[in-house]
């Protein structure tokens, strides 16, 4: 097992559990702006100190602004609302098809070729969407709620293709850094009158504790630790790992909450897992 991958499985799962037990105590909108704001500040105390600050070319900037537009203010806000009305285990196992919503938009776009495999994988992991989306009632997450998280994942998608041609460019926590600002729109749209409503006095220590995993573990050091991983193992063990992210959220939305997911919603997961796993492989053996 790779440690640095293990421990951003562990983080990124229990994220979702995280949100659920802040919300109660802040509203989304406030928890999308609070954690921007505090996120940027870390990742540009880390580029500070260790100098990553490189000069970004004039025609990549507007590229690197509107990723950030799509990645951290879009996602994030359809993410939130999402996860207000859906519980961990859901949320998780639909965020899992942002891997194949990119690969259908690139062949879309002709950025990628049509490969048989890939797009039955596709087909087979929206299938276990359907399932869970579809058993959201009765103490599970809502219709809604699912559809939401779906549609941050297409924004994720989206963003993924954008940042494409910057990969290798430039150092990827610089690049992420420089990207923030482009949020600063929706989130401000989103939450800037739930975040003038806050008052941090109300917030316990679990509503502290959850918001330190929500911005600095699951926003900075997990994606410090995917990327030590990443350069130790290669994309394709590193991409395998995040299939084990909706199996801990599940495993710990069922711990803290004592909530399961239905056994039609068993196989949505096993669809979703296997769907992407099959889509991934086949794209990384056609590229070889």
């Known amino acids: 097992l790779n440690g640095p991958l293990s421990l951003v499985i562990l983080i990124w799962g229990f994220n979702f559990v995280s949100l659920k037990l802040l919300y109660p105590e802040m509203e989304p909108g406030a928890v999308a702006v609070i954690r921007f704001t505090l996120m940027w500040a870390v990742l540009w105390s880390i580029c500070l100190v260790t100098r990553r600050i490189p000069e970004i070319e004039r025609g990549d900037r507007a590229r690197i602004f509107f990723a950030g537009f799509m990645s951290m203010g879009m996602y994030m806000v359809l993410f ?165 992210v909706p199996v801990m959220a599940a495993f710990f939305g069922w711990l803290v909450f004592g909530r399961a997911l239905a056994p039609i919603q068993w196989l949505g997961v096993v669809s979703v897992i296997g769907g992407v796993a099959t889509s991934s492989w086949a794209r990384a053996r056609a590229a070889r």
């Open 80 to 244: 939130l609302a999402g996860m207000a009305q859906t519980t961990p285990a859901e949320g998780a196992i639909v965020l899992a098809t942002a891997p194949v919503l990119t690969y259908v938009l690139a062949v879309a776009l002709k950025w990628e070729q049509w490969i048989r495999a890939a797009m039955a994988g596709t087909l087979v992991a929206f299938l276990g969407v359907g399932l869970i989306v579809a058993a959201g009632t009765g103490g599970h997450g809502t219709p809604l709620g699912n559809g939401l998280v779906l549609a941050s994942a297409v924004m994720w998608a989206i963003s993924t293709l954008v940042m494409r041609p910057l990969v290798g460019k430039y150092d990827p926590l610089a690049v992420l850094t420089y990207s923030m600002p482009g949020a600063l729109p929706p989130l401000l749209v989103y939450g800037g009158l739930a975040t003038a409503r806050f008052d941090p006095a109300r917030l316990t220590w679990i509503g502290w504790a959850n918001l330190a995993q929500v911005v600095l573990f699951s926003g900075v050091i997990a994606f410090l630790a995917f990327y030590k991983g990443l350069n130790q193992v290669g994309p394709a063990v590193a991409t395998s790992y995040q299939f084990g």
